[in-house]
């Protein structure tokens, strides 16, 4: 006995959008809906499977057992089952059997649109709903200002699991205790954003959240979906955006999953070539497929929409950009024109960002793009990707790669950390230092610093402030604001009790300083990602292993001078050139001794003299402290 009912949420209209490619709204019309029909309360299920022969709801309800809750198929040819099972509530548990066409498969699968999921290991969906009062009415009203290019934008990089943990009871935080911590912490640390490593639920937790399985589904390893609301509300409260990580360059082949979800290569594209990936074992989204299209789509919108996100943060971009990607000659094939670029992707890259930035205002969506590809961060009107902000993969090399010589061989390797420079305003960049610099030997970003553990925290020190006075918006791994020591792990928490000792808590506390130092000052944010934001005073003092630049805001006269000593030798009467006379007041140096530093400080204020250096009319003597920065406002 089949005791479901015909019933659908779904238009003709909607049916012509999905196989298009332009229907962005899919959550509220597949998968599990707590609905009333007829005065009789229940659930609808919706779900694709054209290459099924039937598609069962099995679940608690009726002991997971097959044929009593058959869904119709659609006679449009969609390929979507449907139909209305009365009595069933929220918090019911259910899969979708599936006997599919192709020589008799069967699947049991979770459902793609599940707004819930059992805690993993164990996978089925729950039927839930996605009700919250909402209490960050005021951040929602400024985020059109408050979170646009020209604003301030420094990232807090999280992993939930690892963030801290509650020792005593060996296990995660749950989203509600983050709620008061995190939250509390980050304000306290002056991060204008947070950016969650994946949150969407994922069965294996090595991944780190990568592998994912329920894309609309919150992980409920740290508590249910309105926990994360209110998680996300505290921190609108508190002033401060939220990024999500997502995920749309490849899944997880869990046989709950949606790999070969139908019997067929519905989610992944058949050709081994396009549909597998080699690094990560896991398999890649057909893009060139309407209804997959709209899948992903409709699952950033869902983001955006329900849980209040102000950001997407688009992981490993360049892996979908590439055919060629870590493929080797005759494991990939050129597009329609020759290329090695995927054509497929890039169109449904572009449709995503003007989705995106249609539907939603004052948000960003940031690329994570290591290769030279051109415009990411360009309008797609003007031909390009259409993203916000890409990740500047080059200068974080570059950076880190200077930062680890000894100083005494600096000067030959002064181009490394100049280079930026040459291509800094080719895309709206994002400085990162995140979390996959810290893992896989890697070192810490502090255990990379060469020289003494007074060099070392120095260097440190010096790193920050130079990443904070560079052009672009900044992003910052948990644990690299206090120095940590050891390597990132996944499965435990930050090492918190460095800060008992004076030289992380001097990390912090400079780090905090830099994030006001930031936020305070318009000409290192306001033009961040203008040519026009800075200028060289001198970037080829090799034998001192010293650069000097300006940082401008709108305000003509608004200049900011920063000056970087990349060796230990104290230099006391360093010259430079300045564009206009008056004095100079140091705002800010990374020599401090509440940063741990040896106090070598320019206290008083600076007469600029009428005398030429670098090339200017004028210059002043300051004092440019070992393995430090300094920075100046003109008076």
Not at 200 to 228: C, H
Not at 255 to 270: I, M, R
Not at 532 to 542: C, H, P
Request: proline share 5%; net charge negative.
């Amino acid at each position: 006995m089949n005791n479901v009912q015909p019933y659908s949420l779904l238009t003709d209209f909607d049916i012509s959008l999905f196989k298009a490619g332009k229907h962005f709204q899919l959550h509220e019309k597949l998968g599990a809906h707590l609905v009333d029909v007829d005065g009789v309360s229940g659930t609808y299920f919706a779900v694709w499977a054209p290459s099924a022969k039937s598609v069962c709801v099995i679940g608690d309800f009726n002991y997971w057992t097959q044929n009593e809750h058959t869904l119709y198929v659609r006679w449009d040819e969609s390929g979507i089952w449907e139909g209305f099972i009365p009595g069933i509530q929220k918090g019911a548990l259910y899969k979708y059997k599936i006997q599919s066409h192709n020589h008799g498969v069967a699947t049991e699968k979770s459902d793609p649109f599940a707004f819930f999921c059992e805690r993993p290991p164990n996978t089925a969906s729950v039927v839930w709903n996605l009700n919250y009062k909402w209490k960050d009415q005021t951040w929602m009203g400024t985020r059109a200002v408050n979170n646009q290019l020209d604003r301030p934008i420094s990232v807090y990089e999280v992993h939930l699991g690892s963030w801290r943990r509650e020792v005593a009871q060996k296990r995660f935080l749950t989203y509600m205790e983050l709620a008061d911590q995190l939250v509390d912490y980050v304000k306290e640390m002056g991060f204008t954003h947070v950016e969650f490593m994946p949150v969407m639920e994922y069965p294996y937790d090595p991944s780190w959240g990568y592998q994912l399985v329920g894309y609309f589904a919150p992980t409920s390893r740290f508590g249910k979906p309105q926990e994360l609301m209110y998680l996300i509300d505290k921190l609108h409260i508190a002033g401060i955006g939220v990024i999500l990580d997502w995920v749309p360059s490849h899944f997880p082949s869990d046989a709950h999953g949606l790999g070969f979800f139908d019997g067929s290569h519905l989610y992944e594209h058949p050709d081994i070539r396009k549909g597998y990936h080699p690094d990560w074992k896991s398999l890649i989204f057909n893009y060139g497929r309407n209804e997959v299209r709209s899948f992903l789509i409709s699952n950033a919108i869902f983001w955006l929409q329900y849980y209040h996100v102000d950001g997407l943060r688009v992981d490993a971009v360049a892996s979908m950009l590439y055919l060629d990607y870590s493929r080797n000659d005759g494991e990939w094939e050129p597009n329609v024109h020759g290329g090695r670029e995927n054509l497929e992707t890039i169109s449904f890259l572009r449709d995503f960002n003007e989705a995106v930035y249609a539907n939603f205002d004052g948000v960003q969506t940031i690329a994570e793009e290591s290769t030279s590809f051109p415009m990411v961060s360009r309008p797609t009107y003007q031909g390009g990707l259409g993203f916000g902000m890409k990740w500047m993969m080059g200068w974080m090399h570059d950076t880190l790669h200077y930062f680890e010589k000894e100083p005494i061989y600096r000067s030959y390797h002064q181009n490394d950390i100049t280079f930026s420079m040459t291509y800094a305003f080719t895309e709206n960049f994002m400085l990162p230092l995140s979390h996959d610099e810290v893992v896989y030997g890697k070192r810490t970003i502090l255990g990379r610093m060469p020289g003494d553990d007074w060099q070392r925290f120095a260097n440190l020190r010096l790193l920050y402030g130079y990443m904070f006075t560079h052009p672009g918006a900044k992003l910052l791994f948990m644990g690299c604001e206090f120095g940590q020591s050891e390597e990132w792990k996944f499965d435990s928490s930050l090492d918190w009790h460095l800060l008992q000792h004076d030289s992380h808590k001097g990390i912090k506390r400079l780090v905090k300083d830099l994030n006001a130092l930031y936020r305070s000052e318009p000409a290192l944010f306001e033009k961040q990602f203008e040519e026009s934001s800075f200028e060289w005073i001198n970037y080829s003092d090799t034998q001192n292993c010293v650069i000097s630049y300006i940082r401008k805001g709108n305000d003509p006269k608004d200049y900011v001078v920063v000056t970087c000593n990349f060796t230990p030798e104290l230099r006391a009467n360093y010259r430079i050139g300045l564009p206009k006379g008056g004095s100079l007041i140091e705002i800010f140096n990374s020599d401090k001794k509440g940063y741990g530093g040896s106090e070598n400080l320019n206290s008083e204020a600076i007469e600029i003299a009428d005398s030429p250096w670098n090339g200017r009319h004028f210059s002043a003597e300051v004092i440019l402290p070992p393995l430090g920065i300094a920075v100046f406002k003109f008076k």
